[in-house]
């Protein structure tokens, strides 16, 4: 964020930008919504609605889990919420408890460390590096297991910011199966399903109902200013979610939740947004070991390359800033997702628009060379 901040200082006085840092789609709400928030503001109070969403928009939610995972998920299950991050603190609140050990692979997305660490929990990162794959298995579990045995939670995110890493069906299955047996909960973030570039990624929910699923109207939706996201909640943990809910944030931002359900009708304007995000990925791909960036995360999903920059810098950190003063190239610093590694990396966000990025990338190489 304040990578992201001097680039739009920068950009306020009238000096050219090339913002790579950002982590969201650089493109508006679809039409539909807009609409729908616009009839919205017309003929509805904005008022409170239930804590838990309001009913047709968990029936639209549950509808959208059913046709893209065949699996059976209903309305009473979803709970809607203030973004992803509304849900992880709903997760974390109703799951753990304090002193609670739950675990994350680095690298990974900060927000859940300082989430925990915050609500008093115990994070254990362990390494899901470059040898890795960049994704999590279910040996690395038993490793931690062997070391941790008071483990009582699990924090993924397939596809994975930054590496833009995905676990696969098959493997998510066995780490969902391995978690309930050993009564690990799971939280598995799923904002970034949608888009994606190998073919569509799993959810932890058609492999069993122990686990919270988060999910977001942030990224393939592109609302990520509405503040909207979703939780899908085990049964156990219902009422729990419930109550926090409601004293927490009375309920998620109305409008939004209006707008939001015509986010259900915009598939093919969302669809046309990855397209764009899959030439970025292409144009990144092929460029970026063309000026000596060779060792590149999969990027199979999430709009980001994770790119190893220690042929140029062991100090990611001072490096972007530096770049982005020398050349209006905004990156965003490896350190963020990775305390241990990453002042080897630095995360390029392809969102954004793709003259941008050919621009940016052509720069950063001569700056190199
Ligand atoms: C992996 C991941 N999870 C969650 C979030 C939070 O998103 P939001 O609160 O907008 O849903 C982000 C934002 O970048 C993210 O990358």
Redesign the pocket.
Known sequence: MQIFGAAEQRRADGRPVFNLAA??PSTGAPAPVLQAASNALRTERIGYTSALGIAALRAAIAQHCRDWYGTSVEAEQVVVTT??????LLAFLAAFSVGDVVAMPRPG?P?YRNILASLGCEVREFDCRAEQGFSPDVAMLEALLAVEPRLAGLVI?SP??PTGSMVAGPELARIVAWCEQHGVRLVS?E??HGVTYAGPAASAWQFGRQSLV?N????YFSM?GW?L?WLLVPDALQDAVDRLAANYTICPPALSQLAGLAAFDAYPELDANVARYRENRSLLLTALPEIGLHRLAPADG?FYVYADVSNFTEDSMGWVRKVLADTGVALAPGLDFDTELGHRYARFSFAGDGTEIAAAVEILGRYLS
Do not use: M, P
């Open positions: 982590g969201q973004g992803s991050s509304g849900a992880f997305y927000a995110a994975n910011n973030d904002i970034y988060v977001s109207f942030s990224k990520t503040r996201g999430a």
